[in-house]
């Protein structure tokens, strides 16, 4: 029986995770804690199917319509603090961190100190750590080991495909043999622009760039989606992970999301991780791992199956650029295009930037200078700088 805790139990992640823990055995998952930003109505609602023992909101001015609405009485907790003090619990196995954003950072940090397991579909907190990481020790090794040591399994669809593929190797204390893997390829939907004429794309609404082809997620990967800063930050991600520098991530158009990403060895050979475009497999690959389990996901059918591929457009998704550029740099630079997206997806959504300008404020903070020492201190005061800037840039 593995204790789980949930933060962000209210998102798009969230609620198929406990979909899934619905569909599994009783035996397999308890789930221990809840945690949500500000929707104490649906937390509640959740809180009252699953029973945890703490039930967490960030918004302390929720506390008592959480309170009216539970049924029971699990320990409340409230406050910026609530997805620490959840994730962090000594009763705790397995985290899922499935909050959106930079505020999944904070929220995992003390998790992972704490020697938790962490099931992460949140790719923000692994930039932010691998970059306080690469500061302290050789930025090169995996952040995904084979022995006890591992303590991070994916959840994004495409870093879940790769741990897929390449786990089932476990010689010394890697999952994998870095030297039989010529790049990672990682496929991306291609969002809802891929077709437009660039002309077209500076009058791009926050309703255009809500409607996602092939996944239905929160409002900041969807609008990351659209921009492609999604696989940009997923490029970030994988390095992290793996422990690949730039020159072996490459990015593929594949608008039916079916192929997850793949492996390229250097014989040649490629493996693909195929399935039907719905999350909670791997979700349920990371909450049963190194397990499989019985199917919840559709079965994918090669009947009238069509798959395609094509190169990315870089001139008109500026994102991936700039990615490579950030990775390349290592440091400062993935925690910079991080927050500045973040700061710049927000302008974006509150009407106060066009489409075509996120990626123009990014790059813009990307050529600013910030402090070149990094510390869990440091990080968050470049993190800060990096918003500022993308809020000041005039065009
Ligand atoms: P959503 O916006 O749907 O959900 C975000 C969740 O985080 C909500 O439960 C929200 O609570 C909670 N939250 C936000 N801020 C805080 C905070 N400060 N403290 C506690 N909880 C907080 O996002 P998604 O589920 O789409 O995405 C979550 C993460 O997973 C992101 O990092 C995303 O990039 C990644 N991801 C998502 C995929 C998807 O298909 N959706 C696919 C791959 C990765 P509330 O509801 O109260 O606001
Ligand atoms: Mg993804």
């Not at 090169?140 to 741990?163: C, H």
């Not at 500076?202 to 492609?228: E, F, R, Y």
Request: charged share 20%; proline share 4%.
């Amino acid at each position: 029986m593995k204790n789980i805790a949930v933060l962000g139990s209210t998102g798009s992640i969230g609620r198929q995770t406990l979909d899934v823990i619905r569909q599994s055995d009783e035996e397999q998952f308890s789930v221990f804690a809840l945690c949500a930003d500000s929707n104490a109505e649906l937390l509640a609602e959740q809180a009252n199917e699953f029973k945890p023992s703490v039930v967490s909101i960030a918004h302390a001015n929720k506390y008592q319509e959480l309170k009216d609405r539970l049924n029971y009485s699990p320990d409340i907790v409230v406050g910026n603090n609530a997805a620490n003090l959840c994730g962090g619990h000594e009763k705790v196995d397995l985290v899922v961190n499935a909050v959106s954003g930079v505020a999944g950072f904070k929220a995992v940090s003390l998790a992972l100190y704490k020697g938790k397991i962490i099931a992460s579909a949140n790719k923000e907190s692994i930039i932010y750590l691998h970059s306080l990481r690469n500061a302290l020790e050789s930025g090169t090794s995996p952040m995904i080991t084979a022995n006890d040591s591992l303590r991070i399994i994916p959840i994004d669809s495409e870093q879940s495909a790769i741990f897929q593929l390449i786990e089932g190797d476990p010689e010394n204390n890697s999952i994998f043999d870095r030297s039989s893997i010529e790049n990672i390829i990682l496929t991306a939907s291609g969002g809802p622009f891929y077709n437009t004429p660039i002309e077209d794309m500076k009058h791009i609404t926050v309703n255009d760039a809500l409607k996602h082809p092939t996944w239905s997620m929160g409002k900041k990967i969807t609008i990351d989606s659209a921009t492609l800063f999604n696989k940009g930050l997923e490029i970030l991600e994988a390095a992290a992970l793996f422990g690949l520098g730039a020159d072996k991530i490459e990015v593929v158009i594949h608008p039916q999301s079916v192929v997850h990403s793949m492996v390229r060895f250097v014989d040649g050979n490629v493996k693909a991780l195929l399935s039907v475009p719905d999350m909670r497999g791997a979700i349920q690959y990371a909450l049963t791992y190194p397990k499989r389990r019985k199917r919840i996901i559709d079965r994918l059918d090669f009947s009238n199956l069509n798959l395609s591929f094509l190169a990315p457009d870089y001139k008109k998704f500026p994102a991936l650029c700039l990615a490579y550029e950030a990775l390349r740099e290592g440091r400062v630079l993935p925690v910079v295009y991080t927050a500045a997206n973040e700061k710049a997806v927000e302008m974006f959504v509150n009407g106060q930037t066009g489409f075509l300008d996120i990626a123009k404020r990014v790059e813009y903070a990307m050529g600013k200078s910030y402090c070149n020492k990094i510390s869990p201190d440091a990080i968050i005061e470049i993190d800060k700088l990096a918003r500022a800037y993308a809020a000041e840039w005039k065009g």
